[in-house]
């Protein structure tokens, strides 16, 4: 974090070096997370995504983002709210010069690893965990404006959970991999904000 907030002290000229990133949507655990008698709804909301990313050549950069998601039971479950939070870095790579659809539309893969954070809500809020997790996902940006555009994130998140062991546990936890959907905006900030005053 210390380096991206030192990237931002110089000047830079193009805005597309420096972008933070909001981005909210929904989310899909894998069922296989979760212990007999403890299921999720498919799909769940909200989903919510912020990251700072730093361009250090034209087709590759790097990103660290914190991702927060809610998951509860669905109808033929034991009663659970769960929050999973997860920190990632990850590697970027444009691929606008292979997939070249618009001048306005970019594609953009990411990858890394990272650390996921589960914590149960309510009579199994004791039941806390956490575990190594690598993402990876695809984003397609639309620009509006040389400083803001909007995207579309798939990622999906592995988990490198342990069994939960006594099986109680892992009542109200979760130990597995996670789909998420998020639509957001990228928001430069780097460039030249006031050449056109």
Known sequence: MLCFCSFLAFSQNDTRTIKAQFGLGINSPSQNGFVDGFQSNAINFPTVNLGLQYMFASRIGAKLDLGFNRFSNADNSME?????????????????????????????????????IIKPLGNYGANNTSFLNAVAGVEVHYGISEKLSLYLDTSYIFGFGKEFNPVTSGFGSFNGNLLTVTIGANISLSGCYYCGD
Request: aromatic content about 10%; proline content about 3%; cysteine-free.
């Open 80 to 116: 659970f709210k769960t929050n999973y939070t997860r920190i990632n870095g990850q590697l970027v790579y444009d691929l606008s010069g292979t997939i070249n659809i618009s001048r306005r539309i970019g594609t953009f893969v990411h990858a890394g690893p990272g650390i996921s």
